[in-house]
């Protein structure tokens, strides 16, 4: 909801409270002001001038040279562009250094020749919102009434020198969506009184009754019907300040008949509908649900097919309104229009919403009745909507109203206690306090003993229980007047789970390494399902699934990480590392919820370095992917625990794939996807890993240990062994590390030879072994001792033989 600040002053005396400081309060009070906006902030110079001439410019010819009177000593010359520009007219002129919206000042100039003392403006150039200029001068220069005065403030003139607040509604707030409504809650804050309008206006000797009849079938949706009718109409702009007012609030200007219509709306938020009479086609106004397969042509010129679920105005046959929703073109209000029949009814929100949604039709009107309007305002808003179309309009209403009321709407009585209210808020009001706040809501209350009787305006249908009359107490009392007060009791200081932390630690060193977070559906098609799964079981499939691609929960999260890495390859996006913790899902019995499990996986492809300046490229392969796993395992304290052996897996390179044991069980595997998978998806070579982040993290890990930089020498042997070519060097890796006891510091391979001079099946690994004591320096005895026993180990427990 829009709220005009020098609007709203008619209704509520705001004085020495700024729109910046009434914003706060509102907010205070419960209802939040999400924004003030001064409408002519940083504009300045834009005055009302006077055409006197105009003429086509010499040099150009879609420009006009005009004489504009701008209330000073002389006329100043003034070349514009618009196409209605013309002698005679009011117009708002940016005079020479004038600032425009976007900080854009006005200067002298000379256009094709001829010069230029300021501009002519349109209201787009003054900063009005397109959608808001009405359809005559949208394009092009906005023209002001004839009496309007020279020199003085044009932006004054067209309501500019106004603020704005935007209300932040909240769906139980619908007497806030008007600015009386808006005025009693700014009253009762401020304590002050709400000022109403008292429309007067005379009638003619004939009878509204003897023009039209109002029949209502549909009772439950439509209560209450008022009709009233207005003659010798003469339809034209409306007042400039209601135009200005409407556009403020987010309205379009039409014409004098539709504005005073919109402008109640806004006023007393109350819709109101205006038919032309001679074009009604009928003396008569049925309301009843539409039938099956019904039509009507909106005044946005659609046709709509209507179902019984529609509530429809009729002449007696055909509708000429969707109800609260939107007016008929064959029933509009044109420039031809002498006679109005004015609709002020009261709707159901159901019936209204229905409507509004089947037809993607949600305007002004309908969000009101969907919310609910004050059913007690009906009557009130016609009698001040014929006032105003009398007053500008020049109609001439006739007597009376023709009625259909099947209305009972009575103001809730709600109870409630002094204690309870006090205990609710922690508060020590008194019962003269309460009585003053819901005196300031203009609320009825009676004082019985320690009970405080309320009566609640139809207005606020919101209440009907003693907690919102509490919530009223609050929030008129100050919520910052609330004492405020600890927890009772012992309290334990929130924190992460060890679990928790590990995985945070798993996130950052993954990231640290260059690899990319990604968050993938957990729902698969049924190709995907089982790809890669580290347990084998049968998917579990959707109830109702969205599609088929998403109708069963994935076991592995490898084939979505495919995905991604397919996405961005066919963008040119060629080098990428990602990884994604994220549950899969393991069926258990049938009827029984599906087991969750967390894994980690990963995927890269295309170059893991790439520095242009040294010309160097280092395309990603099996040991950068074990290099990171490995670090991620050394970060988490399993360092040397987690066992690289070589396996073989579906959808996996046969001879690049490595499963991963922790204390003799299978946690995971790492390897390069099968060559022909990733042909199928137009992949490069491609390394993936999956583990299962439960079984990593709760395992246990060695408590973090600092060791002194050693200031013994290390001594380092090198070993070439003879082995079966089947032989894993990890195998002999972890011989030698056990036989190499405390001495033995380092093991890594650093050659394999299977060449022409190597025995058939054989094949060298050669290792290097540094050894060191950090206590002393080791003699060729100590390092001779160690080092035969990992010979005699790897000879005894893998075959193998020292390389001559």
């Not at 419960?30 to 010499?58: A, F, M, Q, R, Y």
């Not at 879609?62 to 004489?67: A, I, M, R, V």
């Amino acid at each position: 909801m829009l709220v005009s600040y020098k609007w709203l002053q008619e209704y509520v005396d705001v004085t020495g409270v700024s729109a910046e400081e009434l914003a706060e309060k509102i907010t205070k009070s419960g209802i939040e002001v999400e924004g003030v906006d001064t409408l002519n902030e940083g504009l300045s110079g834009v005055v009302v001038g006077h055409v006197l001439e105009c003429e086509k410019h010499p040099n150009a010819e879609k420009l006009n040279k005009t004489l504009v009177d701008l209330g000073q000593e002389e006329p100043v010359q003034i070349i514009c562009g618009a196409p209605n520009v013309a002698k005679g007219q009011k117009v708002a002129v940016a005079t020479v250094g004038a600032v425009l919206p976007g900080n854009f000042k006005i200067k002298k100039a000379k256009l094709r020749g001829e010069e230029s003392n300021g501009m002519i403006c349109s209201l787009q150039e003054l900063g009005i919102e397109a959608k808001l200029v009405a359809k005559e001068f949208s394009e092009g220069i906005f023209v002001f009434p004839e009496d309007t005065e020279v020199g003085q403030d044009a932006l004054a003139t067209l309501g500019r020198a106004d603020q704005v607040l935007e209300l932040g509604l909240t769906p139980n707030r619908a007497d806030c969506l008007s600015m009386l409504g808006v005025a009693y809650e700014v009253g009762a804050i401020l304590n002050k009184e709400v000022k109403w309008p008292e429309p007067k206006s005379e009638t003619a000797a004939e009878k509204a009754e003897d023009y039209i009849k109002v029949t209502v079938e549909a009772k439950e949706d439509n209560p209450l019907y008022v009709a009233k009718v207005i003659k010798n109409i003469k339809v034209g702009p409306s007042p400039l300040w209601m135009q200005t007012r409407l556009m403020a609030s987010g309205i379009r200007p039409h014409n004098n008949v539709v504005d005073i219509t919109n402008y109640i709306l806004l006023e007393y938020g109350q819709p109101l509908h205006a038919f032309d009479y001679d074009r009604l086609g009928s003396k008569e106004i049925l309301v009843r649900r539409a039938k099956q397969g019904e039509e009507i042509v909106t005044l946005d010129e659609a046709k709509r097919k209507l179902t019984e679920d529609h509530l429809v105005i009729t002449n007696g046959n055909e509708p000429v309104a969707l109800a609260g929703v939107m007016g008929g073109a064959n029933s509009e209000v044109s420039s031809d229009t002498t006679t109005v029949l004015l609709e002020s009814a009261y709707f159901t929100g159901p019936a209204i919403r229905k409507a509004s949604k089947d037809h993607g039709l949600r305007s002004e009107a309908s969000a009101r009745y969907e919310k609910g309007v004050d059913p007690k305002r009906a009557r009130a808003a016609a009698e001040r909507a014929v006032e105003l179309l009398a007053r500008y309009a020049g109609g001439e209403v006739l007597e009376g109203s023709v009625e259909a009321d099947h209305l009972t709407a009575e103001p809730a009585v709600v109870s409630v206690t002094l204690d309870k209210i006090n205990s609710v808020i922690g508060s020590e009001l008194s019962m003269p306090e309460v009585q003053d706040i819901f005196s300031r809501l203009k609320f009825g209350a009676s004082v019985d003993n320690d009970t405080i009787t309320v009566t609640v305006p139809t207005r606020r249908g919101d209440i009907t229980i003693e907690e919102d009359l509490i919530e009223e107490v609050a929030r008129l009392y100050g919520y910052d007047n609330v004492p405020k007060t600890l927890p009772v009791g012992a309290s334990t200081p929130g924190h992460l789970s060890e679990y928790q932390q590990k995985r945070r630690i798993v996130r950052r060193f993954l990231e640290g390494a260059g690899l990319y977070q990604a968050i993938t559906y957990s729902l698969t098609s049924k190709e995907k399902a089982s790809q890669y799964a580290l347990e084998k079981r049968e998917p579990v499939a959707l109830a109702m699934p969205m599609s088929e691609d998403r109708s069963l929960l994935r076991l592995s999260i490898i084939p979505q990480l495919l995905e991604v890495l397919k996405y961005n390859l066919a963008r040119q996006n060629d080098s990428l590392a990602v990884y994604e913790t994220g549950a899969v899902f393991l069926k258990n019995n049938a009827g029984d919820l599906p087991e969750e499990r967390e894994h980690l996986a990963g995927a890269i492809t295309g170059l893991w370095e790439n520095h242009q300046w040294q010309g160097q490229k280092t395309q990603v392969d099996f040991y950068v992917i074990k290099g990171i796993l490995e670090g991620l395992f050394a970060k988490l304290g399993l360092e040397g625990k987690v066992q690289f052996s070589a396996s073989q897996r579906e959808g996996m390179h046969p001879g690049r794939t490595a499963e991963l044991t922790l204390d003799g069980k299978v946690i995971g595997f790492v390897g390069q996807v099968h060559p022909t998978v990733e042909k199928a998806m137009d992949l490069k070579e491609t390394y993936v890993f999956e583990i299962s982040l439960k079984s990593l993290l709760e395992a246990p890990s060695e408590t973090l240990q600092y060791q002194s930089i050693p200031r013994y020498p290390s001594i380092t042997r090198d070993i070439a062994l003879v082995v079966d070519r089947e032989k894993a060097a990890g195998e002999l890796e972890g011989i030698i590390a056990e036989a190499g006891g405390k001495l033995l510091k380092e093991v890594h391979v650093f050659d394999l030879y299977e060449g022409e001079r190597m025995e058939q099946g054989k094949k060298s690994i050669a290792f290097s072994l540094k050894y060191f004591d950090p206590e002393r320096t080791l003699t060729d005895e100590d390092i001779t001792k160690a080092h035969d026993k990992v010979l005699n180990a790897v000879k005894e427990k893998a075959g193998a033989v020292l390389r001559g």
